[in-house]
């Protein structure tokens, strides 16, 4: 007998089902993609256990016939499209038709629905099996009842997260979905405690509502048009944090997971916010539905541009161009001339707790921060290929992950050009050979596995970020004590970059007081 065999509809069914439904926060996410669909303008999500025992979406869009609510249950059956056309100018959320059987192939659920013209029906599924209809009164909409999710898969069901966790999730899911629909009421409760309650507002009011009020002033509004492409949204001006949760990015107002994007806000904030944080980003784009393929992933959080680099040029060229008009809050990357000049007879006075240099001119007093100093000192170095390597009298074996080692033998050549020389040793080790004059030996292991840590992104990137790590692991710390030849080394070749004011990651790096201010201050005669 062959080894080959046709699987069984039911166990097709539940491997169907894990590819759209991941978690509970799968289940909101798709239950109220549908609600959305059909025209909802109230959406409550009630929830208990962070969803693992219950799950209950209620609408009240335009419902179904008891016909439709029937097919809606079965694989791939769909209002949405009805040839391949169709799938080139999608607007609606869902389009498969596999959401509602997905959810049904594992657990146990009731869907409630009524159009109208039409009496209200009830359908009871467990495990993908239809066990009960019969007619209800019903308001217009639809309610969904989902209990027990992947009963009958019971090691998917044990990998499920802490109640906690599920229910962040969910609640991640519902303001994904809540942004860019600002004129629907949304509701979500967890075991009768409500969580979050968005009325109809404006876009703003809805993004205040749901991040906070402390925002107002804090936000620039993106609004922008370029043939066919449309970029609309708010980003932050003075705000960050240490991860990406505060960045949305839509397209035709579906959340998209899209790499090309996020490395947009990280080159384009990466002088203006403090390094290893990320930007406040909330962006739709609006591009014909043509253009872009939303039929790549089972989820639909990813999605494939005809034109790219013609869109990531429009976005990128847009925020650049906001972020430079009048933003006082954003210190310029131009090298801006002191008030008085830095003589070669200026007098170096020495270290204030070690940390910071204090430096006398005819016409005042500068006071720079000696750890920002020299990191800006070694990031202009890196950029003009100038580190110095270190042949290591006895070469370093460093083990490494597997993943890590792919990681760091891809960026070879990025990693030679700043100062590293080294082989693979084995599957899981390095032998580095060099290293940057500036970097200790003992920090190698720590600064390789930095490196593969690194935000993902096109190589040119990924080395100005490997630059800024070099250098802050390189510079002179705070509480390390300086000679004043070195501090003097240190100025005259700031001088010689033109004098820049900040450190790579957009801290000031000097604090200049003249001379007149200090008599002010005072109050002494001038």
Known sequence: MGKVKVLPSELVAKIAAGEVIERPFSVVKELVENALDAGAKKIVVQLEEGGKRSIIVRDDGEGMSPEDAELALMHHATSKIQ????????LTYGFRGEALPSI???????????????????LYVEGGKL?????VGAPR??????????????????FLKSTKTELDACIEALIRLAIPKPGVFFELSHEGKVLLLLPPTSPKE???????????GKLLEVQAEKGHLKLEGWIGKEL??????????????RYVREKGVLQILNEIYSDLIPRGTY????????????EVDVNVHPTKIEVRFLEPEKIYSFIKDTLKDLLGKGVSFFKSEKFEPLSFPLEDNFKVIGQ?????????????????????????????????????????LFPVIVELEEEELKEISALKGVLEELGFQFESFGPKSLWVKSIPSFLKVEEVKEILQQICSLQEGILEMKREEILKLFACKGARKFNEFLPPEEILALLKEWEALGRPRTCPHGRPLLWEISEKELLKYFRRPS
């Open 206 to 216: 809805r993004i205040l509502l749901l991040f906070g009020k402390d925002l107002e």
């Open 240 to 253: 960050y944090r240490g991860n990406t949760r505060g960045i949305y990015f839509f397209v035709n107002g």
């Open 131 to 135: 066990l009960s209809k019969r007619t």
């Open 352 to 392: 204030l707790k070690e940390g910071f240099l204090l430096v006398e001119n005819a016409n005042g007093l500068l006071i720079f921060d000696q750890h920002a100093l020299n990191e800006r000192i070694l990031y202009e170095r890196g950029k003009r290929k100038r580190f110095d390597s270190n042949p290591l």
């Open 83 to 90: 040839s391949e056309e169709d799938l080139e100018k999608i």
């Open 279 to 290: 930007p406040f980003a909330i962006l739709n784009l609006k591009v014909p539905p043509e």
């Open 141 to 158: 909409g639809t309610s969904v009842f989902v209990q027990e999710l992947f009963f009958n898969l019971p090691v998917r069901r044990k």
């Open 104 to 122: 049904a192939s594992v657990s146990k659920l009731n869907l409630i629905t009524k159009a109208e013209g039409y009496e209200g029906i009830s």
